[in-house]
Antibody
Framework: QVLLVESGGGVVQPERSLRLSCAASGFTFSSYSLHWVRQAPGRGLEWVAVVSFDGINKYYAASVKGRFTISRDNSKNTLFLQMNSLRTEDTAVYYC??????????????WGQGTLVTVSS | DVVMTQSPLSLPVTLGQPASISCRSSQSLVHGDGNTYLNWFQQRPGQSPRRLIYKVSNRDSGVPDRFSGSGSGTDFTLKISRVEAEDVGVYYCMQGTHWPPWTFGQGTKVEIK
């Protein structure tokens, strides 16, 4: 079955960095685009970033552009989110999600369980 | 950016009664390829989001048939024909037609009266 497992969250000070991972199994990883979506405590869902199946095309939310980098390793079935210059407002649960649509339709059909990032001094 | 507006934001429902959530977009969600990329997600307390409906009205495998999606253009609806206790949670619409960014509605909290 399709499984997405995020890791790498934790408590970090403002302006520091953190790298999240999302390990995938149960499907042909290299055929799917993947998104990061986050949810601040008690708040709604916010889209963060997406990477195409081949790792070439990447898009970011304005709130993280220039600070976060999405990447993937298709040989290891793993998605990454490098987060630099973290701010308190980046505190959230970060989910990875699969996009089955070839046109980035956002039909996010599988989600991981999430990993909590807390930015605090 | 496309703004997604859900209403109501809170929906108390009696068990066995119907429920309806509205989602309106700030521009038409009809894509140039003819598809309308409007999805509905359910997030039960303490859980990850789960897709219920994709491309307006396609119900996911395993989703009870009491859930249905409809709409077109800028106006969409998620209906629950008879609410059950397991339906408690927050429901989000999301558009994937005009990107970036992909945008979610604020969420509608469904609770039992």
């Amino acid at each position: 079955q399709v499984l997405l497992v995020e890791s790498g969250g934790g408590v970090v000070q403002p302006e520091r960095s953190l790298r999240l991972s999302c390990a995938a199994s149960g499907f042909t990883f290299s055929s799917y685009s993947l998104h990061w979506v986050r949810q601040a405590p008690g708040r709604g869902l916010e889209w963060v970033a997406v990477v195409s199946f081949d790792g070439i095309n990447k898009y970011y939310a304005a709130s993280v552009k220039g600070r976060f980098t999405i990447s993937r390793d298709n040989s290891k079935n793993t998605l990454f989110l490098q987060m630099n210059s973290l701010r308190t407002e980046d505190t959230a649960v970060y989910y990875c999600a699969r996009d089955p649509d070839s046109t980035f339709g956002g039909d996010l059909d599988y989600w991981g369980q999430g990993t909590l990032v807390t930015v605090s001094s | 950016d496309v703004v997604m507006t859900q209403s109501p934001l809170s929906l108390p429902v009696t068990l066995g009664q119907p429920a309806s959530i509205s989602c309106r977009s700030s521009q038409s969600l009809v894509h140039g390829d003819g598809n309308t990329y409007l999805n509905w997600f359910q997030q039960r307390p303490g859980q990850s989001p789960r897709r219920l409906i994709y491309k307006v009205s396609n119900r996911d495998s395993g989703v009870p048939d009491r859930f249905s999606g409809s709409g077109s253009g800028t106006d969409f609806t998620l209906k629950i024909s008879r609410v059950e206790a397991e339906d408690v949670g927050v429901y989000y619409c999301m558009q994937g037609t005009h990107w970036p960014p992909w945008t979610f509605g604020q969420g509608t909290k469904v609770e039992i009266k």
